[in-house]
């Protein structure tokens, strides 16, 4: 079993920052990739970021120059520093493990952006 918990949520302005943690142990085996998805209230789940155990960095074109993932290895946690931050990056966000044996999902946590 995976297990994978998330942290760093919450209530920011319009142009505030946060910093997401998400933290996996357990039986991995094979760590692919740590991603971070966003799903926004009555839309589906959304890639924001990935970075694959090579370092190669995937983000979402609504992210990019704002965002940045980051990952610990020796402690298989990765981060996402948000910055200038804006309404419409409101969501529950996710952090998703791939392993050589499958997927394994956090609960989320809330970001909400409002003045």
């Known amino acids: 079993q995976v297990q994978v918990v998330e942290s760093g949520g919450g209530l920011v302005q319009p142009g505030g920052s946060l910093r997401l943690s998400c933290a996996a142990s357990g039986s991995i085996v094979s760590l692919y990739a740590m991603d971070w998805y966003r799903q926004a209230p009555g839309k589906q789940r959304d890639l924001v970021a990935r970075i694959f155990a090579s370092g190669t960095i995937y983000y979402a074109d609504s992210v990019k120059d704002r965002f940045t993932i980051s990952r610990d290895n020796a402690n298989n946690t990765v981060y996402l520093q948000m910055d200038g931050l804006k309404p419409e990056d409101t969501g529950v966000y996710y952090c998703?493990?791939?392993?050589?044996?499958?997927?394994?999902w956090g609960q989320g946590t809330q970001v909400t952006v409002s003045s």
């Open positions: 998703n493990v791939l392993t050589g044996r499958g997927t394994h």
